[in-house]
């Protein structure tokens, strides 16, 4: 589908394509991409390979279409709140809930076409656009694009702090393996977020002294504020790694010295109960012993085995060692 839209001091108006400045094509079929291809004279790879789910962020030009793709962060379920909203509640971060995906931006003259594969994406990246303060240019535009990806990755990065947090006051609690693997989904959305940013900010450079582009002062002004949003959640994502990292060892530490008590209680239970074991075997032998022909001789022999439970269990009580 791909909807057009004319760019005006009021903001991006829909329009048919032939006045069209800004076009946002979410999961463009053939004839759509064959189609758009033919009207500006773009290449059809330029169209085609941001809507691959695995296309890394990279800068391409042919002729005069400059081919941008970026990675921008994505929910892959509906229990996280969409991308730039700020709505909704956050109950789980499973293996399968945030991620990344690839957004084609393609430049050509005054001409700008955004290519997503994700609808959601798509549509909230345009309601965000067109909100004040506008764009004054169709570079300004992409510049604010930047931004409000860069934007984006801040608050799920900040959501992710948040889970982490709950997932820390559960595991002091009890060992959960849920938790567990939480903190081991956030820490491998966290290494997509980081590549994904660095990868950003690399294509960021490259259009500071692109000499294709020209920018103005205010363009550069708009961009440099881009990399230093891209560079604030970049900080974000190495500090939150760090801290993910520190926390998981201190877990694993946790973790093995509850073993550790666990397996040291159950060897002290095995040696108490060890005495008993070799009295009560010491009186089933068929040979003559001390109290065979005594009435209370059972009784006896419960009491020995009862006292000498005790007597360990208060020695190891007192060694702290169960």
Known sequence: MIDSYKFTEDGFLPCGEDEADFFDAVRPDPPEMTRLAAKFGIPPLFLSDPLDPKERPRMDQEEATTLLIIRVPVRLNGDLPGTGTGSGEATRLDHKTIGTAPLGIIIQ??????????????????????????????????????IECSADFIKYLEL???????????????????????????????????????????????????????LDTAETDLLEHALTENQQAIFMAD????????????????????????????????????LPTFIVGAYGMNVVLPLEKHPLAFWVIVCLCLMSCALLWLFFRNRKWV
């Open 239 to 274: 500090i939150f790694g760090q801290v993910l990292g520190s926390m998981s060892d201190a877990f694993g530490t946790v973790i093995s010295n509850n073993l550790n008590k666990v397996v040291k209680f159950l060897t002290g239970i095995t040696i108490i109960l060890m």
């Open 160 to 214: 992710m702090e948040e889970l982490t947090d709950e997932a820390e006051l559960t595991l002091s609690k009890a060992q959960q393996n849920e938790e567990i693997m939480t903190l081991l989904a956030i820490d491998k959305t966290l290494i997509h977020f980081s590549v994904a940013l660095k990868s950003n900010r690399t294509i960021m450079e490259k259009l500071m002294d692109y000499p294709f582009l020209r």
């Open 109 to 146: 003259g005054s001409k700008l076409i955004l290519v997503a594969a994700d609808q959601v994406l798509a549509r909230e990246l345009y309601g965000r656009l067109n909100r004040k303060p506008r764009p004054k240019s169709m570079l300004s535009v992409v510049f604010k694009i930047f």
